[in-house]
């Protein structure tokens, strides 16, 4: 079981920092996904328009964490479009729209 709650982009900056990550600046929003030990095990942070800083704990993946990032963080919004920033093997930024249609685009994304 887990839970998910707003929380300071510090607590989250060692689980960034395991997952290879560097602690986003400026943040207006940041989440955190919980287990019932009271482990941080994901986080996710809007800026703006943007998503930044999600992040898994490695132990934890493949248990659709990412999935609850992204909903708690698109259902705090009232932003209509939000886009991700991502930072793949090659370390190639590339931004992608989200809009209304969010649960087909993550999953895209997610694959």
Same mark, same amino acid.
């Given at each position: 079981? !887990? !839970? *998910? /709650?707003?929380?300071?982009? /510090?607590? @989250?900056? /060692? $689980? $960034?920092?395991a997952c290879g990550l560097s602690t986003p600046v400026?943040?207006?929003y940041t989440a955190g996904v919980y287990?019932?030990?009271g482990k $941080? *095990? @994901?986080t996710g942070s809007l800026k703006g328009d943007m998503i930044q800083g999600i992040a898994v704990d490695p132990a934890f993946q493949g /248990?659709? $964490?990412t999935a609850k990032v992204f909903t708690h963080l698109i259902q705090t919004t009232d932003r209509e479009s939000l886009y991700l920033f991502t930072k793949g093997l090659v370390y190639k930024a590339s931004f992608v729209l989200i809009n209304s249609n969010f649960n087909h685009k993550i999953d895209s994304i997610l694959s």
């Open positions: 079981m !887990y !839970y *998910v /709650e707003e929380i300071q982009i /510090e607590k @989250a900056k /060692e $689980l $960034l920092e400026g943040i207006d287990n019932d030990n $941080l *095990v @994901a /248990e659709d $964490l």
